[in-house]
């Protein structure tokens, strides 16, 4: 019942992006039948939400594979990984040390997805100096991906210092009204500052697509 | 039924602060009756929350009532207000020009309590270099009032810049997600920046009323 | 009080985007300040969230602005327009009728930004055939802006369909549970597909920036 | 106290439906007394949302009842079904994986009652084409189950291309807002397409019997 | 642009269902646009969600339409309503008096369909006596609507008593915790009574279709 | 720091109840202070919320105390059990088996108060002839304590069908929308019944304590 | 359709209370037909919720008729009101001002329920010595019906004072985060307080329900 | 990455607050590392959140740390402490046992920041003798922090007996409708007593920092 054929082979003629397989509900037998799968089609594989456990029994399986603890991401066909898929440097901005795991998910995915990444990582902004001293490198994005839990002010304050677009990412840190990233996702859809689109709470995957998407060199436009 | 006895005399006496009308929930008929006896105990005189409409009816009525039509408030008895209840001064400051009522409503009860107070209104984050043009004055303050809606990431930063004790007051400004003010409130529950706590959504006046206590001259110490 | 000082003279500069006016909580007098300093600037001039009532009290003073009633956007300084801001063609899709206001902001709002712009208006997906007839069209978009109410499933269909960054926009359509725009904004958020990023729901200017801060034309490049 | 007595002998005669045990909140001990009680009334016996080590338990106790994983059903007394309840075939869809075990239990829960069912699995709205393929067979449906967790616009979509009612089940897959199966919920029921209803958070049994009661064969007819 | 093309002309065939107009977030001049392109196609013409404001101001223009007060609706082409689509007759059973316009939109929308409809009205739970004498009238629906607000337990008591389907339509009736219909919604998805589904808050129109979607007569059957 | 000083000694006199330790949030080193003093006390002893592992911790400890393990409760100090407390019986009904330890709580504590009570038990809306059984009984109550999950609807049912005042405990049974009890709550607290009020979620003690001061002998008369 | 045939007459002997109508959602037109009705029924006759717009038209027509304006009700046939309903005196407490719509109410309906009232008004928390002067008072208490807004602390420190059992009623007092009643009404649901029952928020009616239940003289004993 | 240089060495300038980790998102590795280079910049340390079993890891391997269970503390750098930081003394209120983690975190804090603190603890509104008893102790206080959980009422209450300012902090204790702490976050922010602002539910670090920051013994003042 769950075999291969049910992979979306086309997606990446659709959309431009390769299939990644979301591994939160998935079980370890699941995993084990989909990712070979995956391996054989020659492209670069990612699984996103693996914890330790789940990583270990699949890896022991499917020898192949990678798991990245912080990112809780397996990956696969190295060799694969396109190269220049982006026109610019896509940076990646955390408030604190908790939005790391969001962070380098979304790192390490856009690596797959062959484009260049830049982080600046600590920069909350109860501490207001820490990101006005990345103020240069700001200017010099192509894409910026903001992770912040708590208040979540920092893509705000991003996006008003840069003309890239932002992609804002709640993360569920903190506690107490607001727990679970929500206070965090709030800031964010009222930012005021401008060009700033956000993403689910912890969704550094999709954070990468999105900045995948637009970063991709080959834009159709209307001339070609 | 609805006689002045039920005034709290000894307010002043066991919480520092004369009593003020919350005007939202009540008639004309109870405003006309409540607030000439208030205006008979020799005191400053404060209604909150008076529409315009309201307020022209009670006015009509009851002569001594001036009406501030930003800060939505009726006052009166301005020759009993006390000077120089505070220690120092408290700055009030806004995120946005929507965010002027409720400050407004801080700035003119604490005249009415005697402190003295500074404004810096219009210093969102998303133009960062707003509120750093303050950051001299902002190392003046006794205590700060901030007010913001949409993202309400202003206290944050403000509080990183000084070590004054903040108030954070989320505002209504906003729409969608986080309309009516959640959105920031929750942001400055949720906020990582030292000595800040926060009051009701356009809670100018609860916010004032913990700007007094925190700036009472006469703070009673243990040793005195 | 109210004085032009307090408009954000480098937010161009910094963020490549003209400063806006969100008028919601504006009053009259206020926007009659505001909107004739911004028109002295030479630059294109956009006021939202302008109701018609609002909108001809102001007309009626500052003559050279113009009203937009489905987007109620007030405009201005049409001549300052600039032309070519971006690389590619905006397509703005919609659900139904009723995400029309929602729509005509961002169209209204790119148009002065500089940016081309193509609509597919009412194409929702309980009848599919809808959008799947424009899916030649869609590849051709540089970036997409999709609105939608109700339960907001286009954005994932037209995501799924086209390699270019989707904006997707909730809109307040709809009624009982989900109203005000829950149901789409936490559909979207939720979105399975990839290259999808969302703004707060009906914020059809926000879905413009960002779709402005994508398309511009000199993206910054670390090789220039 | 527990005795088999509370069993509700009538219900099959008063809803068509033979009892189901909703085990979730039910100890082992309270299980193995009320599930032989049912084994004995010569009727086909399901207990709903069993998990594996509570199953374990019961089955060695209670030797004649099968335990099915996925859908995380006790089952016995197989010989009981009774045959050709319905009177036609009842499609149960699915939008990924993750969505297999409510589908499961309704599709298990249906043979029990005696209905025909055919599945198909795995095709979520982000790759249209996956349920276009399958538009000749929806045609042929007496009843529809469309089981999706995420945004929830698998039932929309197909409720769009055939003329039979669907129930739309949403379920708890997802994370960040919308967790839960909220975002999913709403959706459903902020659907615009015709002939939908929508059960609980993965209620798969609920759908299962909603099915039943719509695709009874001996349907009450005025004339009879 | 708000041409009649965008009509759903294929929608009949597709669902079995006529298209309606959702008439809440339409203004009186896109009414006047719509309907008489419907009223062109010689099918019935049903129009939900119209006050009586906009009613009077398009009936003035639409001489062909209408409108039924109670029930919110416009109609018009009462000659080419269908005869006899249904294979029985829909019961729809409401709480209260406060239930009414939700169950009248669903009853007129129905017999716009062509099917039969039988009414018990006013039969809440805090008076049993109400409810139990229907109980014969209750075993000879083919489907049953059953409306009701505040706790919202009539669904659940209704579809206890009869083996035919209930779609459950939680109103907007009642107030303080539970306003808006949220708590009879969430009793209505939580009823452990088997054969029962829920549409949207006050969906009359919702809950008309399902109930017309399973009480067709032609219902597709794999031997046909 | 923590003596039994801070036992509240005077509570029996003024709320005519004796104190109860709140369990939930205490360690078993509270517990095994503060349970001695007030068995020391010579009154009846009661803990709630004591799950089967801290207790058999305080037990091992203090020899004194039973445990009941559907209820949850440790009790001490049966022989002061005061006799005849009420003036009448209190009728505890629930609506299914998971309802169980709420009604056990409740049943307990009313007898550690001296209180007389009957119970019917799984006696749920969805088979009204459950209830329906007892109506003669229900007439003979003084007071009851109606608990339910899922709807919640049977408090609404029996306080139509009996003069008594009916205390209404929603319990955290059900899942999806509306789990942890909150279906349940919301439902009591919109019912339309006459002569009902609630307490919060799984709280049998508190719902105990109503009855208890409901159902007291010594009704304070104004001719005493 | 809406005859009287509707009204439940048996209610009186079912339930011990009079049936009175829930006005909110009716027309003047229902109102207009139904309570005549009741007035011919030789009962007291209470209409709840009736604004003062809709009351006026009523009372043009029915003459017999009386509207309380703070209490929102119009009441008829006095002389029919028993008298020596209940065994002792009820207490109605208020926290402020804006909670007597809400205790009016309630008052007002005990009196044609026939029951006994005292008022202690304007007792809030905040000023802890204007309830502690009731002291006294409060022990005479058959029943207490305590309502506040805002924290809604009132009750618990009420239910701390006194044997006799407290119904708490939230009022719909306050803004910002906990507008609408919810912050009393969840803050009453966790008190901590024994003897401690809640109805909906602003249910003066309920409230009065609840207490007349627990008043009556007649309380069914088991011995009688 | 994770090096030092990213600890805030400013921040005891800037807002006159040393840094504190917060551990609940942090890894042992983690601690591990920024706990010894705090400790080399000889000022006091502490970390916040770590549960026993993280901080017997961390304290294996870090030999100079203290760990507090009740409060969740890892303390360092005791001789470092600074001595008469404040200029009055800070009084710490809780209303139960349950509220003690959180007061103590609050009260160790404090200490680490050089000021002192009184503890009134178990002080709930169900028994008011119990505050009243400290009436006169409250009027020393030179700012109050306030813990309590359920509804949340002692703020208030104290924030009435007191001219000092109220910082009131909620806690997770209770459950049902409110648990998490949120009826007391509501009830507090909703408070109409004067002087009293609130931090997130569970924040006693949080609390203890703007008690810190107001009772600083240098205030800013105008004159200086």
């Known amino acids: 019942m769950l ?4 992979l979306d082979h086309h997606r990446l003629l659709r959309t431009g992006l390769p299939e990644a397989v979301f591994g939160e509900n998935k079980t370890v037998i699941q995993l084990a039948e989909i990712l070979p799968a995956l391996l054989r089609r020659h492209a670069p594989v990612i699984a996103t939400r693996i914890d330790s456990m789940k990583a270990e029994q699949v890896c022991a399986v499917v020898k192949e594979l990678t798991y990245h603890q912080t990112a809780r991401l397996l990956t696969g066909n190295t060799q694969h990984i396109p190269r220049g898929s982006g026109r610019g440097t896509i940076i990646i901005v955390t408030a604190g040390t908790s939005d790391l795991p969001v962070a380098e998910e979304a790192r390490l995915c856009l690596e797959y997805f062959g484009h260049e990444t830049t982080t600046i990582y600590d920069a909350g902004v109860a501490g207001l100096h820490r990101i006005l001293a990345h103020s240069e490198l700001l200017q010099r994005a192509s894409v910026l ?17 840069t003309p890239a677009p932002v992609i804002a990412v709640p993360t569920s840190v903190g506690y107490g009204a607001g727990a679970g990233g929500f206070a965090a996702l709030l800031g964010m859809l009222n930012s005021c500052a401008p060009g700033l689109a956000v993403v689910n709470i912890d969704n550094g995957f999709g954070a990468a697509c999105m900045a995948a998407a637009i970063n991709r060199k080959e834009l159709p436009c209307p001339a070609q």
Do not use: F, K, N, T
């Open 3 to 6: 075999d291969s054929a049910r």
């Open 145 to 161: 991906i903001v992770a912040a839990g708590m208040e979540g002010a920092l893509p705000s304050v991003v996006a008003g210092m």
